[in-house]
């Protein structure tokens, strides 16, 4: 049964109070507009709130929020424009501009915060949908790095969300309200690199007619983003390195040097440690990047995302273009948390699309799926992998599910071995008494397939 708790929001503010429950009114939020705060004495415990949206509050409004907000449980702020704040510490700042698109992620994202999981409060995750213990675990570091000035390199498979993580490092750092600069290192040619980075001098070269900044100065004060890090040209690693270390460089065709207060955060998709290895990657620079490593998850080890990450697509999808909001049948479903997804999140969010514009009725049925999704399923069962997943919505027998994964487990470790019971238990960690003991009780024969669990 899901959480109701977590998707009520409290809506608090004068003249913006009709403004800010309109751009919420097409999500799928349970609004509750709260215009006088009179009654704050009367308030005590848990109301039940995931977030409180608030704006332009008078002085006396803020003074009554923020007693409102410690004797209700302490439910995330989020706080639209300037103006007096309460004396709060869980509290997301939020520009006047903000978008309908922008504030409906940023509700989602606080209220869909599991109790407990303090370590990420007042984070502002929008756009980072999931509660998965991976998407968990990067949104903890990220919560931890982001006060920090500490470069961060974040890898992952293309598609998983690396730029996302990178803007919300940026945007809970010190340095929000200077800029992100964004730089995508394997689109551009490796002779033209180093001036869309260092920028040239007027002559510098053919076609130079006039100076130009480069993306390290215009990052100034702020954060680069160096995407794609892993496909720089060994020469260009030489000067990257210089100016991370001393936070200088020369344009192109000058003898000035320029000096920077930046903070770098780079990824890729590539395994650099192997790229060090094989000389493709400086080493010293390797370890420069790499002071704070940020790991994303592929979504198939995410699976239970899957659900949250296809309704967050289809809202968005019908806030933007209008259309009816399509569901998708627990076939559906299950068919797509069981599909391995090569492209994650890219490819979820791609075929979410292709769904609201093809799909006739309001209901994506197993039929709608691509045939590759079916075929795999067809040709010998779930992904082994998808073992790992239950969805607990219906409910589950807690012990009757690890005792299949563990038996799922030991399976592969013996087809993997030949069946040799020794190697198997090696490759679990295990004694060997411990695995003989195991397959016994779970009466496992020779030639099971993990896919038979």
């Known amino acids: ?32 507009s709260a215009p006088e705060l009179t009654a704050v004495t009367e308030v005590s415990g848990d109301s039940g709130y995931g977030a409180v949206v608030a704006s332009h509050l008078s002085e006396s409004d803020a ?56 370590a990420a409060a007042g984070f502002d995750s929008r756009g980072l949908i999931g509660e ?57 040619p490796g002779e033209l690199l180093e001036s869309e980075l260092f920028g040239h001098e007027k002559g510098a070269f053919t076609g130079a007619h006039r100076a130009r900044p480069g993306r390290f100065e215009l990052a100034d004060g702020g954060t680069i983003f160096l995407d794609e890090i892993g496909d720089m040209s060994p020469d260009l690693q030489v000067k990257l390195l210089r100016a991370i270390q001393e936070k200088c460089f020369e344009r192109v065709g000058a003898t000035r040097s320029i000096h920077v207060d930046i903070r770098i955060i780079s990824a890729t998709n590539k395994d650099l440690a192997l790229a060090v290895e094989q000389k493709a990657f400086r080493e010293d620079l390797y370890y420069r990047l790499n002071v704070i490593p940020v790991i994303m998850p592929p979504l198939r080890e995410r699976r239970s995302d899957i659900p949250l990450l296809a309704e967050h697509f289809m809202d968005k999808l019908a806030r933007r273009t209008g259309m009816e909001k399509k569901s998708f049948s627990p076939e559906a479903m299950d068919t797509m948390t069981a599909y391995d997804w090569p492209g994650n999140v890219r490819e979820l969010e791609n075929l979410v699309e292709r769904f609201s514009v093809l799909v006739d009725g309001n209901i994506v049925d197993v039929e709608d799926l691509p045939d590759h999704f079916t075929a795999e399923l067809s040709d010998g069962g779930a992904p082994q992998d998808a073992a790992l997943f239950c969805d607990v919505r219906h409910g589950v027998n807690f012990q009757e599910s690890v005792e299949q994964h563990q038996k799922s487990l030991i399976l592969q470790a013996l087809n993997e071995s030949n069946w040799v019971k020794a190697k198997a238990a090696e490759l679990l960690s295990m004694k060997r008494t411990t695995l003989v003991e195991k397959i016994k009780k779970m009466k496992i024969e020779e030639g099971s397939t993990s896919s038979a669990v």
């Open 1 to 32: 049964m899901a959480d109701t708790r977590m998707i009520k929001v409290l809506i608090k503010g004068e003249l913006d109070s009709s403004l800010l429950m309109g751009m919420l009114s097409n999500c799928d939020l349970k609004i509750e």
């Open 132 to 188: 998965s213990e991976g998407i968990r675990r990067v949104l903890k570091v990220a919560n931890k790095v982001a006060t920090t000035d500490s470069t961060v390199l974040i890898t992952g498979e293309s598609g998983t969300g690396k730029e996302l993580i990178a803007r919300a490092i940026h945007r809970n750092s010190p340095r929000r309200n200077a800029p992100l600069v964004v730089i995508n290192c394997g689109a551009i």
């Open 63 to 118: 003074s009554a929020l923020s007693l409102f907000l410690k004797r209700c449980g302490e439910p995330p702020l989020i706080l639209v424009g300037k103006g007096p704040e309460p004396d709060y510490g869980n509290t997301l700042h939020l520009d006047d501009g903000v978008g309908a698109d922008e504030l409906v992620d940023a509700c989602r994202s606080m209220a869909l915060a599991a109790p407990g999981a303090s």
